[in-house]
């Protein structure tokens, strides 16, 4: 059952009143919230007793503590650390990748060498930790978020490594190459729809 506009007035006055200061924050924990109460509106508990559930469940200490725990993983040293050494990895990958095909096109020595490192850094090491931070960013979102990431990741490496093993003439790459498609088509394409359709919603109302 849907919400209505007065009962998503009510949770946005909730949050609002917790005091979120994060925007984008305040915006997934409402988004969170709706979801929980509008799974389980009509089966025989009331707007207020759900979304008292909802609230408790996320952050039994309020939802201020949400807001305090992401300022923290956002300024920790480890997390910082972590977004560089992403970064750096991913501009050492991106030169080495280049510069291997530049290398190849010229007919150069160590193109091999160079187009392997860049695209294994890119795709075993950048990718992931990219896709770490996402994550962590996503905790608060419905599963149908993170579950995108996640298949969204593995689809992705596999494909990788199928172009990599077919560029290399090595052995399974065939094989690689439907298991990533297959992740791809029926892990991630369904929850990325999924999630595309649960976000319009909203616009679809208005």
Known sequence: MKLNNEQEKIIE????NQGIKIQTLRDDIIDHLCC?????????????????HAVKELAPNGLIEIQHKTVFLLNSKRFILMKKLMYLIGLIGSV????????KLLHMPLATELFMFGFLALL????PLFAIDKYKVSLQKALSVRLKIILGLVAGVITGLSGL??????????????????????GFLPFYFFT?????????AE
């Open 165 to 186: 093993f077919k560029v290399m003439h090595l052995q399974g790459a065939s094989i690689l190459l439907l298991t990533g498609a297959f992740v791809f088509a029926f």
């Open 36 to 52: 929980v109460v509008e799974s389980e509106l009509g089966q025989g508990k009331s707007f207020d007793q759900l979304l008292d």
């Open 96 to 103: 080495s990748l280049t510069a291997g095909v530049t290398f």
């Open 196 to 204: 595309m359709y649960k976000s319009s919603l909203p616009e679809m």
């Open 13 to 16: 006055d909730l949050v609002d």
């Open 124 to 127: 075993l090491v950048f990718v």
